[in-house]
């Protein structure tokens, strides 16, 4: 059985699953806007390219004092997790 986390927005609340490494914006991008149905992990190398570009503005912003420290660690742990998993697919 999954079990879920309850996010909120302006728009109101939606079920997210606990498990899942997104949140209500791309819940709601996904539900609104089935383009193509073709998913983000059909192009790793895309992937990893803007996993190193946030962390790489993750860093420059924590550098300029633009960003907390405990933020910009939060989003380059993120970023290091994407880029070894695109590294295996």
Do not use: W
């Not at 939606?14 to 490494?21: Q, V």
């Not at 895309?46 to 660690?73: F, H, W, Y």
């Amino acid at each position: 059985m999954t079990s879920f986390r309850i996010e909120k927005d302006s728009i109101g609340e939606m079920k997210i699953p606990e498990s899942a490494d997104y949140g209500i914006h791309t819940a709601r991008a996904v539900e609104n806007f089935p383009i193509t149905g073709v998913l983000l992990n059909h192009y790793p190398a895309l992937v990893q390219s803007l996993a190193m570009t946030k962390k790489a503005a993750a860093l420059a912003n924590r550098d300029l004092g633009a960003l907390k420290p405990e933020i910009a660690d939060a989003i380059i742990m993120a970023c290091v997790q994407c880029e070894r998993v695109c590294v295996i697919l």
